[in-house]
């Protein structure tokens, strides 16, 4: 049951819906009524990308087809998926191997420029032993589209795996990432954080399995919706029998600034081993009255001060990315995103 | 300067002030002391437009200008500042980054330039040097983990920032040492200006030692009962509030 089975063979009903309990709250079948035609090929110029003058080495799709590609797998590399068809369809799959002791920064982007597309993206990612990947997403949707980007992640021993997603939503939007975790000392952070607005929707759905001794997991994902927009956290810890002294913390935190917003939260673990250190953490709830009079005291507009205390809010994930200048291109854009001028 | 006339207003469906009447002139420095309950706080909120204070009869003025029907932002770029009894913690939000973005607020809503950034920054060491306050502290989350001292020098520091025309002190007193009250109070006497117009307000005496007032009005049961110069400060912390507010109910 997955988009991109239902993009290569036309059948609507291969579309997951909300009769599956992991699609429940991003429901495709109930949505699409017809698949858009395949998106044609893109001549012509491919603007730059929001990680621009960051990376080495750069691999594009434009419309579901490979335009550029760089074979490169350490240093830093840019990872691009640009829609330029209005009401098209476009899948794209990727294969990436950070080989043994390697270090890779990925900046990836999912950059929607066309209206109503519907977007498959399937990605699949291999960590070698001691190697070590950052992968940044920034996906900003058009607030027609629908789109679907699911990662599967393995481990080997010692690797370092840390993971930030940062989305505005979409019509209907899903970001998918199933991590295999041998513990072996393997390390695992997985952040997100999520701004919607208007009537966009965001699925910020998690899967680490944690199958061997010794493995770290940290998770945190914040999020704020406003007007009628919708977020979802899906968030699933697996440690499976044997996988002893797994230290996993799971935090998903959210505003809801207004009446007509909506977030589903499901954090999940499953624990099958006796000795481990497991935590989850969820809150949701709207911004300090006091705190906003506090700043309304001190002559900061309502609107400023909502959109000052999420910057800030929402900061505490942009702090945890550790590539610089790809951090600073996150708190650009969540300021950007929330209209404030710090 | 402020000019509050017959001032009524309610928390939900309880009258908590029933009449209240001031004017306090540019240059003055006004106290008002009361027992708990009286609608001091209350007062302070008013005035500054928290939500869930509703007036139901009167008027406050600031130089001539109703400020009752303004949104609390607009009534702080008219000048009017209120140092909370308890400061509000803004983790994420650096002293300096909150204070650069009240001024400039207020500056663009007065039709005023924004402050540059270097300009900004020169100011701020010049005014925190003067508070004792470490400029480390201000690159830090507003408030976070500081102590009761700190956070009212910390209201003071933003006070001597904004540089308002009228300061309303709500129990700047409580929770400090008598150092950390010396610092604040010397503190807010070197805003005492013949512009600018001051209302203390406070429980104790003691920080009218510091902060000499020329009024003292008592308030109780929300209603302004007596009022006197700083021997009526005295003469409460004496005689308690019940003799006063009992000779004059």
Redesign the interface.
């Known amino acids: 049951m997955t988009l991109s089975t239902a993009l290569k063979t036309g059948d609507l009903s291969a579309l997951p819906s909300r009769r599956d309990e992991d699609w429940r709250w991003t429901d495709l079948r109930g949505l699409l009524k017809t698949l858009p035609p395949v998106a044609p090929a893109h001549d012509g110029e491919v603007p730059a990308g929001p990680f621009a003058g960051l990376a080495d080495a750069e691999t594009v799709f434009v419309n579901g087809r490979r335009v550029a590609a760089s074979d490169a797998a350490s240093g830093v590399v840019a990872l691009r998926f640009v829609a330029l068809a209005d009401k098209a369809s476009q899948g794209a799959s990727h294969a990436l191997v950070v080989k043994p002791g390697e270090s890779l920064v990925l900046l990836e982007s999912h950059e929607g420029r066309a209206g109503a597309y519907v977007s498959d993206v399937v990605l699949d990612i291999a960590v070698g032993e001691g190697a070590s990947l950052e992968r940044i997403v920034l996906v900003d949707d058009e607030a027609e589209a629908v789109n679907v980007v699911t990662a599967d992640v393995i481990l080997a021993p010692g690797a370092k795996f840390a993971q930030t997603v940062l989305t505005s939503g979409a019509r209907r939007q899903r970001i998918e990432t199933r991590v295999r975790h041998p513990g072996a000392h393997a390390q695992v952070r997985l952040d997100g954080a999520y701004l919607l607005d208007a009537q966009r929707h965001a699925d910020l759905t998690s899967v680490v399995t944690h199958s061997g001794l010794d493995g770290v997991t940290s998770q945190l994902t914040k999020g704020m919706v406003t007007d009628q927009a919708r977020g979802v956290f899906q968030g699933r810890i697996v440690v499976e029998k044997g996988a002893d002294q797994t230290d996993a913390r799971m935090g998903h935190h959210a505003l809801i600034l207004s009446d007509k917003a909506e977030i589903d939260a499901k954090p999940e673990l499953l624990i099958f081993a006796d000795d481990v250190s497991c935590a989850h953490g969820n809150t949701i709830g709207a911004l300090d009255d006091e705190v906003l009079f506090y700043a309304k005291q001190r002559g900061i507009p309502e609107a400023d001060a909502k959109a000052m205390l999420t910057v800030a809010f929402v900061g505490e994930v942009i702090e945890r990315i550790e590539h610089e200048g790809a951090r600073e291109v996150a708190a650009a854009w969540v300021a950007r995103k929330l209209g404030s001028e710090a | 300067m402020l000019s509050i006339k017959n001032l009524h207003a309610r928390v939900e469906d309880k009258p908590i002030l029933k009449g209240v009447t001031l004017d306090v002139p540019a240059g003055e420095v006004h106290a008002i002391m009361g027992p708990n309950g009286a609608g001091k706080s209350t007062l302070s909120y008013v005035l ?4 869930g204070y509703e007036v139901t009869e009167g008027s406050a003025t600031l130089n001539g200008e109703d400020v009752l029907s303004l ?3 607009e ?3 008219k000048g009017l ?2 140092s ?1 009894q308890y ?2 913690e ?4 650096p002293a300096l ?3 650069r ?3 400039n ?2 500056r663009r ?1 007065r039709g005023e330039d924004e402050i540059a950034a270097p300009a900004f920054l020169k100011l701020a060491k010049e005014k925190a040097a003067a508070l004792k306050i470490d400029f480390e502290m201000l690159k830090r ?1 507003l408030n976070v983990g500081f102590s009761g001292g700190e956070k009212k020098r910390m209201e003071i520091f ?1 006070m001597s920032m ?1 540089s308002p025309k009228f300061l309303i002190l709500d129990e700047t007193d409580s929770g400090l040492d008598i150092d950390a009250l010396k610092i604040v109070s010397e503190g807010v006497n070197a805003l005492r200006s013949p512009e600018r117009g001051m209302l203390v307000i406070t429980h104790y005496q003691r920080l009218l030692d510091h902060i000499k007032p020329d009024k003292v009005h008592v308030l109780a049961a929300g209603r302004i009962v007596a009022s006197g110069g700083p021997e009526l400060a005295l003469q409460l912390e004496a005689e308690g509030y019940d003799r006063i507010v009992g000779a004059a109910a």
């Open positions: 500054t437009g928290r939500d949104e609390p932002n009534r702080a770029a500042f209120l909370f400061p509000l803004i983790p994420g939000v980054t909150f204070i973005t009240a001024l607020a207020q809503a989350g933003q904004l």
